[in-house]
């Protein structure tokens, strides 16, 4: 058997555009533009392009950008003034501070002070809890990703067995947490799990979040089983001097037996962003008090 190849990027694109088009409609009835701020702080260089790639989505789906960039030694007090400013800001519905922060920089404080309502990150306490509970708030944009990936595939995930490699409050949580919402029987497995490969066979959906190069091998696989890689690597590539980027799992190998599997790069990475303008675009409609037709989309 050769896996389905799941194409995050087509998925991604046309969730863009379709965020696109409603974005367009909530212009025309709010009259004004959803808007998603984004902050920077310091110049490292993976972060500065993930803003830019951001706002540059942002402005295509038909939405305001707002950009602030910090030097690398602004104050605490300095930066949770901004996001003060920008809790209370009516042009703005969504707030994302782009992480890692400086060391000398306290994130959780950082991420407590965003007003829940535009957190569009997900990473609030609140939006954790309402998660958890199953209440109405902002999903991780990795994980929603997934599973819409997931649900797309699949559709009714009910009674499956599903295994999450990685525990991370950005990715593995609250991945676990949906797919348990889904119906599905989750378990999480991390670094002290024991045996797992045993504990990965058992899946019909796996998800990998875990940061090791290709960790995840063909004999860890249930036959037809769904596979989806989070893991961003770089390794070294065959041309000296050269890089790529590889996920947690072993695609070419564990192709040979899976029924469907997300390519790294090429899967999950673009949903995330497209799932960023989706949460933006859901955190206007609802500050604005206008209905969404479905916060589904
Ligand atoms: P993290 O370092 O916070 O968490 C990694 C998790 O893996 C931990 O919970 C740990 O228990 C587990 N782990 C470590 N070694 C293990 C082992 N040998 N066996 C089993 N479990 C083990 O990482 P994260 O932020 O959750 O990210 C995970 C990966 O996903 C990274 O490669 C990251 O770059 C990638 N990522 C990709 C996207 C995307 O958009 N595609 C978004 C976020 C993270």
Redesign the pocket.
């Known amino acids: 058997m050769i896996a389905e190849r799941i194409d995050g990027k087509a998925f991604a694109q046309s969730l863009r555009e379709r965020v696109g088009r409603l974005a367009a409609e909530f212009a025309c009835k709010a009259g004004r533009k959803a808007g998603l701020a984004v902050v920077l702080v310091g110049e490292d260089q993976a972060s500065q392009v993930y803003v830019r790639s951001k706002g540059k989505a942002t402005l295509e789906a038909n939405m305001a950008s707002f950009e602030h960039r910090l030097p690398a030694d602004v104050s605490g007090a300095e930066l949770l003034a901004l996001v003060e400013r920008l809790n209370v800001d009516p042009a703005v519905d969504g707030i994302l501070v782009q992480l890692p922060l400086p060391g000398y920089l306290d994130e959780q404080a950082v991420i407590s002070a965003i007003s829940p309502d535009k957190d569009v990150d997900g990473f609030h306490v609140i939006n954790a809890g309402r998660l958890s509970v199953g209440q109405t708030g902002f999903v991780p944009c990795?994980p929603l990703g997934c599973m819409m990936m997931l649900t797309d595939r699949l559709g009714d995930l009910s009674g499956l067995e599903a295994v999450v490699?990685?525990?991370?409050n950005?990715?593995?949580k609250p991945m676990a947490q949906l797919l348990l919402d889904a119906n599905a029987t989750v378990t999480i497995?991390?670094?002290r799990?024991k045996n797992?490969p045993d504990v990965v066979r058992r899946a019909d959906i796996v998800v990998a979040?875990?940061?090791?190069p290709e960790?995840v091998r063909k004999d860890w696989i249930k036959p037809g089983a769904t596979v989806i890689d989070?893991?961003?690597?770089r390794v070294a590539a065959a041309e000296e001097g050269k890089t790529r980027l590889v996920g947690?799992v072993a695609f070419d190998e564990v192709s040979e037996v899976a029924g469907a599997i997300t390519p790294v790069p090429g899967g999950?990475?673009p949903m995330?962003i497209a799932v960023l303008l989706r949460n933006t675009l859901v955190a206007a409609y609802r500050n604005a008090g206008i209905a969404l037709a479905g916060d589904d989309l």
């Open positions: 990795t490699i990685g525990r991370s950005i990715v593995g497995a991390h670094s799990t797992l979040a875990v940061g090791r960790m989070v893991g961003i690597n947690d999950v990475g995330t």
